[in-house]
């Protein structure tokens, strides 16, 4: 008997878990080495989201879409939501610096992606989540050493991660052209590599960006595909 969102769960159990344990050793690691790994990690965040970049088709797609997003982004006060967010949590975490930066770099690192998007509509339309099977391995891992560096806000992700998941997968037959078609995974990827490489560029202290704010992009990019697409088929032929 299949479970209803059984790729879902099992990645949120593995964030869970593995953030719970990265706690339990960012307990063990003097300060120094804390910093020292976040740089780590920071470092590798950057490279993965200039590898992404490249895999776009349109540099002005991306650029659009993150330009306009952040805007939209910043309108509605999405970092805002997600440091009240965090902050409704001191009281089970106590007063913990930083909770609001894990919850939202676990989170878009976590849930962007086109390994989140195809391993969804796997699961909704097939019963099988072999892509979120190693999606949670790998989110597992991970989640180890960005707990020990960031904290409790990485145990927070794995509500992010049932919340965006869980409703990809429960919409999944209406979002099933964005998985066929390349060139709106290749822009989702691209603005995906951006936001990741916000949030190196913030691990490794050389700027503060509200990477929260640019989520609209995802949504956009695709969106400006289509336009474009659109536009094209009613130009007249030469």
Request: charged letters at 10%; a positive charge.
């Amino acid at each position: 008997m299949a479970i209803p969102l059984r790729g879902t769960l099992l990645n949120t159990a593995t964030v869970f878990v593995g953030a719970s344990l990265g706690l339990l050793l960012r307990q063990a690691l003097p300060a120094h080495l804390q910093t020292t790994a976040l740089v780590g990690i920071g470092l590798v965040n950057i490279a993965l989201g200039v590898k992404m970049f490249l895999g776009s088709r349109s540099v002005l797609i991306v650029a659009g879409a993150v330009a306009i997003g952040g805007l939209i982004g910043a309108g509605f006060g999405l970092t805002a939501l997600f440091d009240r967010l965090a902050a409704s949590f001191t009281g089970l975490f106590g007063r913990q610096n930083g909770l609001s930066e894990g919850l939202t770099t676990a989170t878009i690192l976590f849930c962007v992606g086109p390994m989140t998007l195809l391993g969804c509509i796997q699961d909704a339309m097939t019963g099988r989540s072999e892509l979120l099977d190693l999606k949670s391995l790998l989110d597992g891992i991970a989640s180890v050493f960005l707990a020990a560096t960031l904290g409790a806000g990485v145990v927070l992700s794995a509500g992010s991660v049932f919340v965006i998941q869980g409703l990809l997968t429960l919409f999944a037959r209406p979002l099933r052209p964005l998985a066929e078609r390349e060139d709106y995974l290749a822009e989702i990827t691209g603005i995906g590599g951006i936001l990741i490489l916000a949030i190196g560029i913030n691990l490794t202290h050389l700027q503060k960006i509200p990477t929260a704010n640019y989520l609209p992009a995802l949504v956009l990019g695709p969106a400006m595909v289509a336009a474009g697409a659109r536009w094209r088929a009613r130009r007249p032929a030469a």
